[in-house]
């Protein structure tokens, strides 16, 4: 079992920066990839970035490339997504997930953060 605990969304105006923290604990996680996804109201979860428990190996989903960047701290358990040059569209319940490969479907998710980013 892994557990994931979110932290850092909030409310940011358009052009203004966050970082998404996630905790991640149990036995197994450095079995894990961790990343993140996303759901905007009435649309469905869509993938972000994930990354490789040593890191040497991210993968980014095409709104993340050039604005967000995903990285780990395997001492703190603990991966990060920094969103700079938000929009409204960014708006979502940003979710952290364990997966057992970058390109694999998750095994397991956080409750989620909700980033607001107002125009």
């Known amino acids: 079992q892994v557990q994931l605990v979110e932290s850092g969304g909030g409310l940011v105006q358009a052009g203004g920066s966050l970082r998404l923290s996630c905790v991640a604990s149990?036995?197994?996680?450095?079995?894990?990839?961790l990343g993140w996804f996303r759901q905007a109201r009435g649309k469905e979860r869509e993938f972000v970035a994930a990354?490789?428990?040593?890191?040497?190996?991210?993968y980014d989903s095409d709104s993340a490339k050039g604005r967000f960047t995903i990285s780990r701290d395997n001492a703190k358990n603990t991966v990060y997504l920094q969103m700079n040059s938000l929009k409204p569209e960014d708006t979502a319940v940003y979710y952290c997930?364990?997966?057992?490969?970058?390109?694999?479907?998750?095994?397991?998710w956080g409750q989620g953060t909700q980033v607001t980013v107002s125009s």
């Open positions: 990354i490789s428990w040593s890191g040497g190996s991210t």
């Open positions: 149990g036995r197994t996680v450095s079995n894990y990839a």
């Open positions: 997930t364990a997966a057992l490969g970058v390109r694999l479907r998750p095994s397991y």
